[in-house]
């Protein structure tokens, strides 16, 4: 089976509050029932950048994925009492303002996050194409 790499992005609520709740990013996975590992790398986005900060990757099937997004979500809804908000993240070239892709001082191409909000209704599908997801609390 081929696994898919997903960069996992979690707001500081979020991550604040699976913290204080002692559960991490595989038992969440684990208690959605959802196949899958859990890694740490580095965030193709800051690559040359000189940031250092891990990413977590989900690796699993696309299917995994995919079923993963809205379980996630409905899990974290019932043990926080709040409404997650997941976005799809693309990672795409940065253009200069020629439209040219943009270099870093490495001759590297510059690589950044684009983000597209989904739904919150429990019955869509989140396509998995290699992308990330971010998670976070709905603002009250």
């Known amino acids: ?9 979690l707001s500081p609520q979020v991550t604040a509050f699976l913290a204080d709740n ?5 038992e969440l996975l684990a208690r959605a029932n959802v196949k899958a590992s859990v890694d740490l790398g580095e965030d193709p986005a800051v690559v ?6 891990p990413a977590t990757i989900i690796l699993a099937s696309a299917a995994a994925i995919a079923a993963a997004t ?32 943009a270099l870093n001082a490495n001759g590297h191409p510059i690589l950044e996050w684009r983000e597209i909000e ?14 990330g997801i971010e998670i976070s609390f709905e603002a009250s």
């Open 1 to 9: 089976m081929e696994e898919d790499r997903v960069y996992l992005a």
């Open 48 to 53: 040359g950048s000189g940031r250092k900060d």
């Open 118 to 131: 989904r739904s919150n209704v429990g019955s869509d599908k989140i396509s998995v194409k290699g992308f």
């Open 22 to 26: 002692n559960i991490t990013v595989s």
């Open 70 to 101: 809205p379980l996630l979500r409905e899990l974290l809804r019932n043990i926080s009492g709040k409404t997650p908000v997941i976005r799809e993240r693309q990672l795409v070239q940065v253009k200069d303002a020629q439209n040219k892709p």
